[in-house]
Structures are given as C-alpha cells and as structure tokens.
C-alpha cells in the first residue's frame, strides 16, 4: 500500500488550497480514509475521515465549515479541500488508510486505527 499526498504550499491566511492523496490499494473503494496532520513541536492531530463511500464525514470542530474531504475511487484519491484557511492550519498534512484486513471496519478518529500513512504535505499559511 502506498500513499502519496500532494498539493501542499505557502497561502495566505483566509486562502484555500486543495490536497489530494493518491492509494495505490486494491480494495480503495472499501476502505475509510483519513487525513492528520502535524504542526511542529506538536503531536499529530485529526483532520477529517471520510467513508469508503464518501457518505459519511467525520471533522474536528477546528476545521469543520471551512474543510471538506472528498473521495473519487475510480481515481482511487481522496481530496481535503481547505479554505479560509488560519496561521494555526500550518502543519505538515497526512492522508492514512486503515488496515485491509477488515473491511470497510469502522470509521474513526483514532489515529491508532490506520495502518497507512503517506509522507506527508506541508502547509503554509502566513498571517
């Protein structure tokens, strides 16, 4: 499994930018996925996971009404579309994907529950 994340930049604040994680899994279209992230000196913190349908979302309250995740599995991608985007935002952005043992399984919040990670885009927003 692999997972490449894109998309990352400097935006000013009140700025959007557009990440995309791109799963090289067979079962994508089955599986839940997720997106951390993690500013410096900090622990990695919940972002948004999104249903193997794209039905369900689930948000942290920091970013809930300016984030939306997506999910196009014929491209096997998910997206996390950021606007109005905070200095606080800045972090380094993960998208995971859970173990494919069981499917679809549970959609969480725990980044204990994903197996995958991706390397990780930096996002920048000055003030």
Not at 29 to 49: C, L, N, P, Y
């Amino acid at each position: 499994v692999q997972l490449q994340a894109s998309g990352g930049g400097l935006v000013q604040a009140g700025g959007s930018l557009r990440l995309s994680c791109a799963a090289s899994v067979p079962t994508f279209s089955s599986i839940h996925m997720g997106w951390f992230r993690q500013a410096r000196g900090k622990e990695r913190e919940f972002v948004t996971a999104i249903s193997y349908d794209g039905a369900t979302t689930y948000y942290a309250d920091s970013v809930k009404g300016r984030f939306t995740a997506s999910r196009d599995n014929r491209k096997a991608t998910v997206y996390l579309q950021m606007n109005n985007l905070k200095p606080e935002d800045t972090a380094v952005y993960f998208c995971a994907a859970p173990s494919l043992s069981v499917v679809p399984g549970i959609l969480s919040r725990n980044e204990n529950t994903y197996r995958y990670w991706g390397q990780g885009t930096l996002v920048t927003v000055s003030s």
